[in-house]
Structure formats: C-alpha cells, structure tokens
C-alpha cells in the first residue's frame, strides 16, 4: 500500500554504487519516509519497467542520481536508466494531473556541471552533488527531506552519516545473528533492518 511519505529511489545497484545506495535508503529511512524502488517485490508476471511506472504513480517524492552513466561493456555504451526514470517522473508531475501535481524529486550528481554532457534539457534544475561521497550523499537526502517533513525531531545529516557508519559497522553481527548471508538481503530484508535498528 502506497503511502503520502513514499520516496522512489533511481539509481544503480551494481556494486560500485552499493554503498552510496544504502547510504540514501539509510537517509530516507531515518528521516521518517519509506524507501521504494525497482528492487521491492518481485512479480514474475509484471515487468521492470511497468513495475517502476507503478512505483513512481505511487510516489510523491524521489531521489535520482544520474551519476552512474559512465561508458561499459563491449562496445563501450552508457547506461540511461536513470536518466530515464527521472524523466519519467517529471513527465508525470507534468501530465498526470492534479494527483501528480505535487510530486517533488531531488536530483543527485557527481560534479557540477558534469550533466550537462548527457542531458542538457534539464538544466535549470536544482542539481545537488555528492562528489561520490557517502557522507555528502546521505547529508543532501537527509536536509531534503527534513524540508518536505517540517519534523523537528528528524537529525541533521551529519548526524544521520554517523549513525549509518554505525548501523554498517554492527550490520555482520546482526545478520550472524538472524542466520543471513550478505548477498542473501535483499531489499525489503534491508528496509526492515533499518527499521529494527533505528528503534532499538
């Protein structure tokens, strides 16, 4: 069930990127939203990008970083998923009517500038940049959101980044005890990792 505190997160999930991911996720978690992406639930009858379509009707709020779209592979292509998931949310916002109206995005990048190289239709836009960062990652989520929530209660950014260098440090020991093997947590396991341990 989709809820008003939904964030859609678009970004890579290979393993370079991991890091920085569950950095973000941490953020969103921590600042009282609920995480959602492409690697929720799978439905073996429902395609990947219906199902990020799906998510993103559902979603008021997301984070896009458009960092990962570095040339791989052989021949050297880029990867545009991320570019596309972000214009389909603004496509949304733009043409989906009043329930869509009010949908707010955060987009992330490496450097200043760099997007202007791959997707210079969306300058203009308040661009936030990480440098590759976690800490800075985690403190641009953390600030954006705590403006949407308007919850004194929610900490700073720094604050937050301590926090997940905790939660990372203590996370083998929590899954030894729960019998799970890293490459077995999937992403839903993850959120409710989070969960159980900011209300420790």
């Known amino acids: ?16 990127f991991q890091p920085l991911f569950y950095g973000i996720v941490f953020a969103i978690v921590r600042s009282g939203f609920r995480a ?3 690697m929720e639930a799978d439905d073996a009858l429902e395609s990947r990008f219906a199902k990020i379509q799906r998510i993103i009707a559902e979603c008021r709020y997301s984070i896009h970083d458009i960092s990962r779209t570095e040339v791989d592979g ?5 990867r545009f998923n991320m570019p ?7 496509g949304a916002k733009r043409y989906g009517g009043p329930r869509h109206s009010e949908k707010r995005a955060l987009i992330l990048d490496t450097v200043p500038y760099r997007y202007q190289r791959f997707i210079s239709d969306i300058a203009g836009q308040d661009i936030q940049y990480h440098n590759g960062n976690i800490v800075e990652a985690i403190t641009k989520t953390a600030s954006w959101l705590r403006n949407k929530s308007r919850r004194t209660t929610v900490p700073g950014g720094a604050a937050i980044a301590t926090e997940y260098a ?16 890293e490459h077995e947590v999937t992403f839903s396991d993850y959120l409710a990792l989070i969960e159980s341990y900011i209300t420790e």
């Open 1 to 16: 069930m989709s809820s008003p505190r939904d964030v859609f997160v678009n970004c890579a999930f290979d393993p370079q």
């Open 36 to 38: 959602r992406c492409a």
């Open 74 to 78: 052989d021949p050297p292509l880029p």
């Open 84 to 90: 596309l998931e972000l214009g389909v949310f603004i």
């Open 166 to 181: 905790e939660f990372q440090a203590a996370l083998p020991t929590i899954l030894h005890g729960l019998g799970l093997q």
